[in-house]
């Protein structure tokens, strides 16, 4: 079965711009949490999506949002960049009962200049 | 707030040496851990996982052990081998389920010397 896929792996942007990232989950699961990853932080939760809907937010501006597809595959967008979202984003899929494990994507690095 | 924690940023062990690595938990109710190994440049990988009705469980050369009383979780690696070098997470499932995200700890770097 294949893992968490997502794209693109490296993006660089500059302030004020936006960027969409993707994230195809692994067959058969349901549910798709994304984080951001970064040294100072570490991994902070953004939103989980389940059965296209936003079943659970962070703490996080308005700027970060999200949606899931019929087919589960997700994507995240952040509006209006800043520096310090410079970042790894990280997608986790699972199949979205409770307590159930999620996987990882390999991540998608961003670098705000 | 509530957290998931790690007491030590970095562990350095001789290969062929057994590992430990500990987590501090601070949510009573939480009732699912997982413990995840990150790679430099990939996203963290599931390792072994424990619910709060067992103290301990096993992998292949892993070992997680989990103590309610003092909410102290712990991953224990034996015969490290130079691949064992990563950042290892331990994260805590909310109580009642999936709907929110994982909270992870700091991560520990372990670091195999030769």
């Known amino acids: 079965k294949a893992g968490v896929t997502q794209t693109p792996r490296y993006l660089i942007k500059t302030r004020g711009q936006q960027v969409t990232l993707s994230c195809s989950p692994i067959s058969g699961h349901r549910s798709v949490s994304w984080y951001q990853q970064t040294p100072g932080q570490g991994l902070q939760f953004l939103f989980e999506y389940f059965s296209e809907t936003q079943r659970n937010k962070g703490n996080f501006p308005g700027r970060f949002s999200g949606r899931q597809f019929s087919n589960s595959r997700s994507e995240m967008n952040v509006s209006t960049l800043e520096l310090g979202d410079s970042a790894l984003y990280l997608c986790?899929?699972?199949?979205?009962?409770?307590?159930?494990?999620?996987?990882f994507g390999p991540g998608t690095r961003l670098l705000v200049l | 707030g509530e957290s998931v924690g790690l007491h030590l940023p970095t562990l350095s062990v001789q290969e062929g040496d057994n590992s430990i690595i500990n987590c501090a938990y601070s949510?009573?109710?939480?009732?699912?851990f997982i413990w995840y190994k990150q790679e430099s440049g990939k996203g963290p990988q599931f390792i072994i996982d424990i619910r709060s009705n067992m103290d301990k469980r096993q992998g292949q050369r892993v070992t997680v052990l989990l103590n309610k009383t003092v909410k102290h979780l712990s991953l224990q690696i034996a015969a490290t081998q130079p691949g064992d070098s990563a950042v290892y997470f331990c994260a805590e499932n909310p109580p009642g389920g999936g709907a929110d995200g994982l909270t992870f700890g700091k991560g520990t770097h372990l670091i195999i010397q030769p």
């Open positions: 949510n009573s109710a939480s009732d699912y």
């Open positions: 986790a899929s699972s199949q979205g009962r409770p307590g159930q494990t999620q996987y």
